[in-house]
């Protein structure tokens, strides 16, 4: 008998950005746009052209009655499935931009909820992303009834739509309720289990970093553990914690969290906020970067950034500058900010500087120890 292979058929899809108040410069917008399109890939959709607009001012379609024209061309033109917004749309700017352009928009947000739900593997993880899906789709459902809204209203539309619309947002509103709840059970049992490393004096090391700057890698290669790390966005979304030991004296453990990246969307730090709470309650931060890469000040900055939103700008530092056996010379590394507690080169990839990495986890150890009185058996 036959066997037939089922080919994938990928949706094409227009990038669009728009800057509405001029504020980025045309290279940041461009910067964006590719990592966009590294999204698109990464949820298994064509990006076909990419396209940006500069504004004076914010305006309700996002981008101008003239950008919209031509992107109706393309769409015909190079057979677009699907248009992605890098910046996140209202639900009624959303609907506006479909009803005009006729095929299926979403926005920045949609398309890394899409990715977080392909990458989720724990329970933990899945409750997470279906709570941040779950929290975008309920201002969006009031769209999924527009075709009664332009029947006119009505005999036969008035009732049964009007019901309809409430009865999926008391079950969207149950649904979240439901998964606040399984995740609130995750969260007491993590906090015993943070309780317990605390109590046991134990030093504890997180792993923080932009998407894709090599956190997985590293981590497999301080614990000799072999988490999923590959050469994609979002590899890790469930936090991986592992106990190791620097020395005879120091304990410690360290937790491989998920990665950054810029507009990350408020509803994802939102519901993964008790994943990143091994961050939050680290003792050090193991800020992960991808030195090779052309923009890695700004991806620095970005999850500089988020830290401080979570309230972590003050918690001790080491900068891993990673990924060394890309660059051309090795008098391209830099030391950066001062404020590291050390700043590291290293090529988890090759194996390159762990050593001199253990040994600043190391001094660092010693420093949380005088700072807090540890006393280590």
Not at 333 to 355: F, V
Request: hydrophobic share 35%.
């Amino acid at each position: 008998m036959k066997s037939y292979k089922t080919e994938i058929i990928k949706e094409r899809a227009l990038l669009i950005a728009a800057d509405q108040k001029k504020k980025c410069s045309k290279r940041k917008i461009k910067e964006s746009l590719s990592e966009l399109k590294n999204l698109c890939i990464s949820a298994g959709a064509e990006p076909v052209l990419e396209l940006s607009q500069l504004l004076d001012k914010p305006i309700n379609t996002y981008i101008g009655s003239g950008k919209i024209s031509e992107v109706k061309n393309l769409i015909k033109q190079l057979d677009i499935d699907l248009c992605i917004f890098d910046d996140e749309l209202n639900p009624s700017t959303q609907r506006d931009l479909e009803n005009r352009l006729k095929v299926k928009v979403i926005d920045r947000t949609a398309l890394i909820l899409d990715i977080f739900s392909k990458r989720a593997q724990s329970h933990e993880g899945k409750l997470q992303v279906e709570l941040a899906q779950s929290e975008y789709l309920l201002p969006r459902l009031a769209g999924q009834w527009s075709h009664l809204e332009r029947l006119g209203g009505g005999i036969g539309t008035r009732g049964p739509g009007e019901t309809q619309i409430e009865t999926d947002r008391r079950l969207v509103r149950d649904k979240i309720k439901r998964v606040k709840a399984g995740m609130k059970k995750i969260e007491n049992t993590r906090t015993s289990q943070r309780s317990k490393r605390i109590n046991n004096n134990i030093i504890n090391y997180s792993l923080v970093g932009y998407t894709n700057s090599g956190k997985s890698l590293l981590f497999n290669r301080l614990v000799k553990s072999n988490i999923l790390s590959r050469n994609q966005l979002f590899s890790t979304l469930d936090t991986t914690t592992r106990k190791f030991y620097l020395n005879q004296s120091i304990s410690s453990t360290i937790s491989d969290t998920v990665g950054f990246i810029n507009k990350l969307p408020t509803i994802l730090v939102e519901s993964f906020k008790s994943t990143l709470e091994e961050a939050i309650n680290a003792d050090v931060l193991l800020h992960v970067v991808d030195f090779a890469s052309d923009d890695y000040l700004e991806k620095i900055n970005t999850v500089d950034n988020i830290l401080e939103d979570l309230g972590l700008a003050e918690v001790p530092k080491l900068l891993i500058k990673n990924k060394i056996d890309l660059l051309d010379n090795f008098d391209q590394i830099i030391d950066l900010d001062a404020s590291y507690l050390a700043q590291i080169s290293t090529s988890a990839k090759e194996g390159l500087g762990i050593e001199e990495l253990r040994q600043a986890l190391i001094t660092s150890a010693a420093i949380i120890q005088n700072e807090k009185s540890y006393i280590f058996i």
